[in-house]
T-cell receptor
Framework: DTGVSQDPRHKITKRGQNVTFRCDPISEHNRLYWYRQTLGQGPEFLTYFQNEAQLEKSRLLSDRFSAERPKGSFSTLEIQRTEQGDSAMYLC??????????FGPGTRLTVL | EDQVTQSPEALRLQEGESSSLNCSYTVSGLRGLFWYRQDPGKGPEFLFTLYSAGEEKEKERLKATLTKKESFLHITAPKPEDSATYLCAVHGSVYNTNAGKSTFGDGTTLTVKP
């Protein structure tokens, strides 16, 4: 068990560009979550998968955000036409059922 | 809409000075309340899950308790290495609109001085 990994750890992009982040969960975990966190705030839920099915997506999320989890393994989060307000730490977590979530180290996005 | 409020926002303690952190919540059908520790620049680290009122969990100097409206994280004789932000989260029932998500509070930042 190597824990949850995320790639890249840091991403700097220009406004209007598309970015994609990857998350590799703990192998036996069936649930995978994406969160966004800004300084001084708690993680904000973005979306959630159970196996390969995306079961819920935050109503706060615009259509510029999309996530996939092919074959119920790793997941990707894509942000299209990035805006400065998208600058944040993007966190991935996994769990086995309704138990505590294990978080990755996060991807820090800076939009210039 | 599920809501979680943590207090205080920041807490400064001397080493060995015990205290408690509060997490007040509003949720339709609590399926679990979770405590996490987060160090600067890192992802949260899972500490405890509490499922029903009256339940308690302990780990080293930390003890988490749960009532129907709030949870407390008691820290006994803290050490400087306990300094971190402590986050509380709730997971609601599958019968409410928040099913499937955890709602986090904004955390309490604890600083323990030697």
């Amino acid at each position: 068990d190597t824990g949850v990994s995320q790639d890249p750890r840091h991403k700097i992009t220009k406004r209007g560009q598309n970015v994609t982040f990857r998350c590799d969960p703990i192998s036996e975990h069936n649930r995978l979550y994406w969160y966004r966190q800004t300084l001084g705030q708690g993680p904000e839920f973005l979306t959630y998968f159970q196996n390969e099915a995306q079961l819920e997506k935050s109503r706060l999320l615009s259509d510029r955000f999309s996530a996939e989890r092919p074959k119920g393994s790793f997941s990707t989060l894509e942000i299209q036409r990035t805006e400065q307000g998208d600058s944040a730490m993007y966190l991935c977590a996994s769990s086995l059922g309704l138990t505590g979530q294990f978080f990755g180290p996060g991807t820090r996005l800076t939009v210039l | 809409e599920d809501q979680v409020t943590q207090s205080p926002e920041a807490l400064r303690l001397q080493e060995g000075e015990s205290s408690s952190l509060n997490c007040s919540y509003t949720v339709s059908g609590l399926r679990g309340l979770f405590w996490y520790r987060q160090d600067p620049g890192k992802g949260p680290e899972f500490l405890f899950t509490l499922y029903s009122a009256g339940e308690e969990k302990e780990k080293e100097r930390l003890k988490a308790t749960l009532t129907k409206k709030e949870s407390f994280l008691h820290i006994t004789a803290p050490k400087p290495e306990d300094s971190a932000t402590y986050l509380c989260a709730v997971h609601g029932s599958v019968y409410n609109t928040n099913a499937g998500k955890s709602t986090f509070g904004d955390g309490t930042t604890l600083t323990v001085k030697p």
